[in-house]
């Protein structure tokens, strides 16, 4: 499974972008697909996943109202919306193949599923 993030680059802070996760080879249509992202010296954070089955969503409540997941299945990409962006959503942003639901073993919407990381792509929100 490979995945090409894309969709980064500069934007003014209240304006938006939409950032692409395409998946391919054998097998990429059957995993959930998460977005995370990576401020330098902090954890990565996990801000929306999306499943396969039937499209359910989850985001984190730093993102929830402002940033939107979708799925377009026929071309097996996930798109992350992103809007009325603030300085502080700079940073570079992943997707990669998780659960996205609960377990018995995790509670973790964003546990690992398969390992499976886009390259990030870099959002920049500067005046």
């Known amino acids: 499974v490979q995945l090409q993030a894309s969709g980064g680059g500069l934007v003014q802070p209240g304006g938006s972008l939409r950032l692409s996760c395409a998946a391919s080879?054998?097998?990429?249509?059957?995993?959930?697909i998460g977005w995370f992202r990576h401020f330098p010296g902090k954890e990565r954070e996990g801000l929306a996943c999306?499943?396969?089955?039937?499209?359910?969503?989850y985001y984190s409540e730093s993102v929830k109202g402002r940033f939107t997941i979708s799925r377009n299945n026929a071309r097996n990409t996930v798109f992350l919306q992103m809007n009325s962006l603030k300085r502080e959503d700079t940073a570079v942003y992943y997707c990669?193949?998780?659960?996205?639901?609960?377990?018995?073993?995790?509670?973790?919407?964003?546990?690992?599923?398969?390992?499976?990381w886009g390259q990030g792509t870099l959002v920049t929100v500067s005046s």
């Open positions: 080879g054998p097998t990429s249509d059957t995993y959930a």
């Open positions: 990669a193949t998780v659960l996205c639901r609960r377990t018995s073993y995790s509670n973790d919407y964003y546990f690992p599923d398969g390992g499976y």
């Open positions: 999306i499943s396969s089955s039937d499209g359910t969503t």
